[in-house]
């Protein structure tokens, strides 16, 4: 696992956005797995200023997404589909039939699983986003997620839908329940680019560098995989022993 530790959000969405761009420009038909959250918005931000820069194109890219919440639509600007729209695939060149997130429409969730499932095993993932929960969750696979899992839904705990609480009006229109990719899913990726940042993250960043691999912390499973970067900001690798 690389560590960058860098001075601030700005600085981590600079260094994350000139890994994702350097991929595009190697290999302009890249498969991206994003993700969605306040930690990747910066990084969308700056690669969407290489579009209009002419640096990057994304004609020949895929993307697929990690998540997506159960029981509000597509058209809520709460929803994952939303906010990867907003943030990013509405000002760049991408073919929309190339954009995948699962989808959490209507009542057969499961079904809805094994299809994004299905397509994700069609597809190779050049490199991963991710963020990570104050409790180590990984796109919404909580503690406790047996690290075989695939495509599933999860009931949110408390503590995440407290932390998404900041984006609703109030905790009752948070949802209850997710689509994810697994914790095999994500492990899946050739790369892997974790963001981190925040004094309330700091916690989380001694447990993710000190604490054994276990499925209470989801995130520990990223050390067995072979190229990992994580990019921490000073704020939230504040407790780390210099
Ligand atoms: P955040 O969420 O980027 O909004 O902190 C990360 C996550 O819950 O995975």
Same mark, same amino acid.
């Given at each position: 696992?690389?560590?960058?530790?860098?001075?601030?959000?700005?600085?981590?969405?600079?260094?994350?956005?000139?890994?994702?761009?350097?991929?595009?420009?190697?290999?302009?038909?890249?498969?991206?797995?994003?993700?969605?959250?306040?930690?990747?918005?910066?990084t969308?931000?700056?690669?969407?200023?290489a579009?209009?820069?002419?640096?990057?194109?994304?004609?020949?890219?895929?993307?697929?997404?990690?998540?997506?919440?159960?029981?509000?639509?597509?058209?809520?600007?709460?929803?994952?589909?939303?906010?990867? $729209?907003?943030?990013?695939?509405n000002?760049? /060149? %991408?073919v929309?039939?190339?954009?995948?997130?699962?989808?959490? +429409? #209507?009542? *057969?969730?499961?079904?809805?699983?094994?299809?994004?499932?299905?397509?994700?095993?069609?597809?190779?993932?050049?490199?991963?986003?991710?963020?990570?929960?104050?409790?180590?969750?990984?796109?919404?696979?909580?503690?406790?997620?047996?690290?075989?899992?695939?495509?599933?839904?999860?009931?949110?705990?408390?503590?995440?839908?407290?932390?998404?609480?900041r984006?609703?009006?109030?905790?009752?229109?948070?949802?209850? $329940?997710?689509?994810?990719?697994?914790?095999? /899913? %994500?492990?899946?990726?050739?790369?892997?680019?974790?963001?981190? +940042? #925040?004094? *309330?993250?700091?916690?989380?960043?001694?447990q993710?560098?000190?604490?054994?691999?276990?499925?209470?912390?989801?995130?520990?499973?990223?050390?067995?995989?072979?190229?990992?970067?994580?990019?921490?900001?000073?704020?939230?690798?504040?407790?780390?022993?210099?």
């Amino acid at each position: 696992m690389k560590i960058i530790v860098v001075k601030d959000y700005e600085e981590m969405s600079a260094k994350c956005a000139e890994i994702f761009i350097n991929q595009l420009k190697n290999k302009p038909d890249s498969t991206l797995g994003l993700a969605t959250g306040g930690s990747p918005v910066g990084t969308y931000k700056k690669i969407v200023e290489a579009y209009n820069n002419g640096e990057v194109d994304f004609s020949k890219v895929k993307t697929y997404n990690l998540d997506e919440y159960c029981g509000i639509s597509i058209l809520h600007p709460q929803s994952y589909y939303y906010f990867m $729209h907003d943030n990013l695939f509405n000002h760049v /060149n %991408i073919v929309e039939d190339n954009v995948h997130l699962p989808s959490a +429409s #209507g009542e *057969n969730f499961v079904k809805q699983c094994d299809e994004y499932n299905a397509m994700l095993h069609e597809a190779e993932i050049d490199i991963q986003l991710l963020g990570i929960g104050s409790n180590g969750h990984i796109a919404f696979n909580e503690p406790g997620t047996p690290f075989d899992l695939e495509t599933h839904v999860v009931e949110l705990t408390d503590k995440t839908r407290q932390d998404n609480k900041r984006f609703f009006n109030s905790i009752d229109e948070v949802p209850t $329940h997710a689509l994810t990719m697994g914790i095999k /899913n %994500i492990m899946a990726a050739k790369q892997i680019v974790m963001l981190i +940042s #925040g004094a *309330n993250k700091a916690d989380t960043v001694l447990q993710l560098l000190n604490g054994p691999i276990t499925e209470e912390f989801p995130a520990s499973i990223l050390h067995k995989h072979p190229n990992v970067t994580v990019i921490i900001d000073e704020a939230a690798y504040s407790k780390v022993q210099k």
